[in-house]
């Protein structure tokens, strides 16, 4: 079946620093990547939609400057965490439509900002 | 009130028992997805609806279209199927899915 590859699973970085999460499509072509945080005990928020070649689509209330998101391939998303601040600390998982028009999750980046 | 409403939030079973989860939704959709989310974080996808019932395993997953309403059952449940089962729907347009708050479920042995 299809299958979103996503890395780091885990990750731990400084206050200040940025975290690159990569999202992979590993056997089909996603046009569309959704990107979600998720607080513990609570549901997915999606923060943006990214297309192959155009920029994202943030949801409101989303800094697009702090969470950068490029999606420059039909196979790579890339969310980037931006002068990553305590408060970022958080769950983010990617999401993309896959052939069968169901939707293939990521195993979700764990980020600490310490 | 919210979009996908799930019921119950929380579910204890016995292993062996019949589980039911439920969810209600208040818009217009394209299809229903129930997905399950492992204490790791992954998230599987297990059915999407648009119409009947779906059967997969121990799985069964039904939905009325006119209801706006959709039910998750586990058959002859086990531990390993403890987990948070979330109901999403995707609206008639447009890709994005709207999620409900997820129901934890806790199989004991």
């Known amino acids: 079946g299809a299958v979103v590859s996503q890395h780091p699973s885990r990750v731990i970085c400084k206050s200040g620093t940025s975290v690159k999460i990569e999202c992979r499509s590993l056997?089909?072509?996603?046009?569309?990547m959704f990107w979600y945080r998720q607080f513990p005990k609570q549901s997915l928020m999606l923060m943006a939609t990214?297309?192959?070649?155009?920029?994202?689509?943030?949801e409101q209330g989303v800094e697009k400057d702090k969470f950068l998101i490029n999606h420059a391939s039909l196979t790579l998303s890339t969310l980037t965490v931006t002068s990553a601040h305590p408060e970022d600390s958080s769950f983010y998982i990617c999401?993309?439509?896959?052939?069968?028009?169901?939707?293939?999750f990521g195993s979700g980046t764990r980020l600490t900002v310490v | 009130k919210n979009e996908v409403e799930q019921s119950p939030q929380n579910l204890t079973a016995q292993e062996g028992e019949f589980i039911t989860i439920n969810c209600s939704y208040s818009?217009?959709?394209?299809?229903l997805h129930w997905l399950q989310q492992h204490p790791g974080g992954g998230i599987v996808s297990l059915f999407m609806?648009?119409?009947g019932k779906k059967k997969h395993g121990r799985l069964i997953a039904t939905i009325n279209i006119q209801e706006k309403h959709s039910s998750l059952h586990i058959t002859a449940s086990h531990p390993r199927d403890s987990a948070v089962y979330i109901c999403?729907?995707?609206?008639?347009?447009?890709?994005?899915?709207?999620f409900g708050g997820g129901t934890r479920v806790l199989v004991k042995p």
């Open positions: 999401s993309a439509r896959d052939r069968g028009i169901g939707y293939t």
């Open positions: 056997d089909f072509q996603a046009t569309t």
């Open positions: 990214s297309n192959e070649g155009s920029k994202a689509t943030y």
């Open positions: 609806l648009s119409s």
């Open positions: 818009v217009g959709i394209s299809a």
């Open positions: 999403a729907v995707r609206g008639a347009a447009g890709n994005k899915l709207t």
